[in-house]
């Protein structure tokens, strides 16, 4: 079992940054993956990026590649999604989520996720 709990969440304006962080915890391998999702009201979860814990590869979502960043740190087992010009429509709960599979786009390859941090960027 993995436990995952999001913080970082907040209220900024256009332009702004904010970082998300992911704790994760439990029975969990180096060769799992762990993503960021995001939620906006009336919208599917979508993929915004994956880190493969072990090695650090990355990909991310067309619509943030460039402003987000995703990354990770061994010693503290935390995933963090640092979110740079950050736009209105990137409102949304952002969810992290472990894939016991490795890396993946597709939500439903996701095994674990976490309660979610609200985003709002405001105009």
């Known amino acids: 079992q993995v436990q995952l709990v999001e913080s970082g969440g907040g209220l900024v304006q256009a332009g702004g940054s904010l970082r998300l962080s992911c704790a994760v915890s439990?029975?969990?391998?180096?060769?799992?993956?762990v993503g960021w999702f995001r939620q906006a009201p009336g919208k599917e979860r979508e993929f915004v990026a994956v880190?493969?814990?072990?090695?650090?590869?990355?990909s991310y979502a067309d619509s943030v590649k460039g402003r987000f960043t995703i990354s990770r740190d061994n010693a503290k087992n935390t995933v963090y999604l640092q979110m740079n010009t950050l736009k209105p429509e990137d409102t949304a709960v952002y969810y992290c989520?472990?894939?016991?599979?490795?890396?993946?786009?597709?939500?439903?390859?996701?095994?674990?996720w976490g309660q979610g941090t609200q985003v709002t960027v405001s105009s």
């Open positions: 439990g029975y969990f391998f180096k060769s799992y993956a």
């Open positions: 880190i493969m814990w072990s090695g650090g590869s990355t």
């Open positions: 989520a472990v894939a016991i599979r490795g890396p993946s786009t597709n939500r439903r390859d996701y095994n674990y």
